[in-house]
């Protein structure tokens, strides 16, 4: 069972515009998350993390929202640029159990030039 | 700090094999993760080592083990190959403390393992 979902395959966004992308979860428990980003044949690139105990979490052109009363997270990516474009995944954890992280199977972002 | 490495980069075995992955974790980190990758399946977690003892395991077979040494650096080890096992897996270390929560987990590129 995915326990950490992220529904949109792909996103297309115009440089120098937001990209929004979003995550659900269905584990009450989770209280630690982070977004990565991967290109391919490499290894995944930590972003930005965000823990429970907030609601927003900003660096740089990244913020991270979080919102447990719906279990979703999202990342906002402002402004976007062509060097952006990459597979991102989100990852949560149950922090008491280790670190043990659940993650999403990826939203692939392309950003036009 | 030099970062995660793997060894090796990529590995093509055939079925029934048996094959052997290392990772070397950030220096003072102490807690390694594998995980595996396969398409449209995003990242599975396969176990966590923390000062050479499993921490955590993931909903695979037997046939995947692993090991943890003295100095952190971390092998996996998969018996028997099927064509299933064909994925990208790849090891993240982390500062994480065994009594803290969870910490930022820092990867390494990779060992793809294709079996024919």
């Known amino acids: 069972d995915q326990q950490v979902k992220q529904n949109s395959p792909s996103l297309s966004v115009q440089e120098g515009r937001i990209s929004i992308l979003n995550c659900d979860y269905t584990n009450s428990m989770f209280d630690y998350f982070l977004w990565y980003k991967k290109y391919p044949a490499e290894g995944p690139t930590f972003l930005i993390s965000?823990?429970?105990?907030?609601d927003k979490n900003e660096d740089g052109r990244f913020t991270v929202f979080l919102n447990k009363s719906a279990k979703h997270l999202s990342l906002h990516i402002v402004p976007s640029q062509p060097g952006d474009s990459a597979v991102y995944f989100c990852a949560a954890s149950e922090s008491n159990t280790g670190n043990q992280f659940y993650f999403g199977t990826g939203t692939s972002l392309t950003v036009i030039p | 700090k030099a970062g995660v490495t793997q060894t090796p980069r990529y590995l093509i075995k055939t079925r029934g094999q048996q094959v052997t992955l290392s990772c070397s974790p950030i220096s003072g980190h102490r807690s390694v993760s594998w995980y595996q990758q396969t398409p449209g399946q995003g990242l599975q977690f396969l176990f966590e080592?923390?000062?050479?003892?499993?921490?955590n395991k993931g909903n695979f077979p037997g046939r995947f083990s692993g090991r943890q040494f003295s100095n952190s650096r971390s092998e996996m080890n998969v018996s028997t190959l099927e064509l299933g096992d064909s994925a990208l897996y790849l090891c993240a270390s982390s500062s994480h403390t065994w009594t803290g929560g969870a910490d930022t987990q820092y990867f390494g590129p990779g060992t793809r393992l294709t079996v024919l």
């Open positions: 965000i823990s429970s105990i907030k």
């Open positions: 080592y923390f000062s050479e003892t499993q921490r």
